[in-house]
């Protein structure tokens, strides 16, 4: 079973860089599908950050490009997101999760999600 | 960028049938998914490809996708099944971008 988990601050300080890391346990990442960051605003919608393939090839959402990072550690079997330059409005619950690329693109295994406010 | 446009709200009474509906342009082109939140838990998936389930989801759940709006039908509806509805496609069109759809709530009466 593929399971999923992120990890890291809860709180960070406007202007800063968000930094967050999710372990996959039960699938190798070297084996292949892209890997992906979803947030979702308090009682708001899902809106996708990017994603990533384990040769490091990655998808950024273009409002959010100039300010998102997200790269692939195999040997670790985790991969990480940083988001530069954090206002309030970046604070959101913030999935993990695998997006299965045969044939069409979408997410079959999600982390629980970690809650990240972003405040003074 | 490419919009996906769903209902903010269907209600429906116990034993009813549901629809909710996933608007884009000549989305019956594209392959849409579909997801289930419950309050506080991550989303799970329901249905994929426009029409498949994924393991352990019940039939009640279906989907169909043409011209302009793809749906996901949910059918002798149960409280279990209140929840926020997303749906979701792959916009390679441009960007290559995973989009998502603004969710409906799901209320049973």
């Known amino acids: 079973q593929v399971q999923l988990q992120e990890s890291g601050p809860g709180l960070v300080k406007p202007s800063e860089t968000l930094s967050l890391t999710c372990a996959v346990s039960g699938y190798s990442i070297s084996s292949g599908y892209y890997w992906g960051w979803i947030r979702q605003p308090p009682g708001k919608g899902l809106e996708w950050i990017g994603s990533?393939?384990?040769?490091?090839?990655?998808y950024y959402n273009p409002s959010l490009k100039s300010r998102v990072t997200i790269s692939v550690d195999t040997s670790k079997n985790q991969f990480s997101l940083k988001l530069s330059s954090v206002t309030a409005a970046d604070t959101a619950v913030y999935y993990c999760a695998r997006l299965r690329d045969y044939g069409d693109y979408y997410f079959d295994y999600w982390g629980q999600g970690t809650l990240v406010t972003v405040s003074s | 960028s490419y919009v996906l446009t769903q209902p903010p709200s269907v209600s429906v009474a116990p034993g009813q049938t549901a629809r909710i509906t996933c608007g884009g342009n000549n989305i019956g082109s594209k392959s849409v998914h579909w997801y289930q939140q419950k309050p506080g838990q991550a989303p799970v998936l329901v249905v994929y490809d426009d029409s498949d389930r994924p393991s352990g989801i019940p039939e009640r759940f279906s989907g169909s996708n043409s011209g302009n709006t793809a749906t996901l039908t949910i059918s002798r509806v149960e409280a279990g099944d209140e929840a926020d509805y997303y749906c979701q496609v792959w916009d390679s069109s441009s960007d290559h971008c995973v989009v998502f759809g603004g969710g409906t709530k799901l209320t049973v009466l």
């Open positions: 990533i393939y384990h040769s490091g090839s990655t």
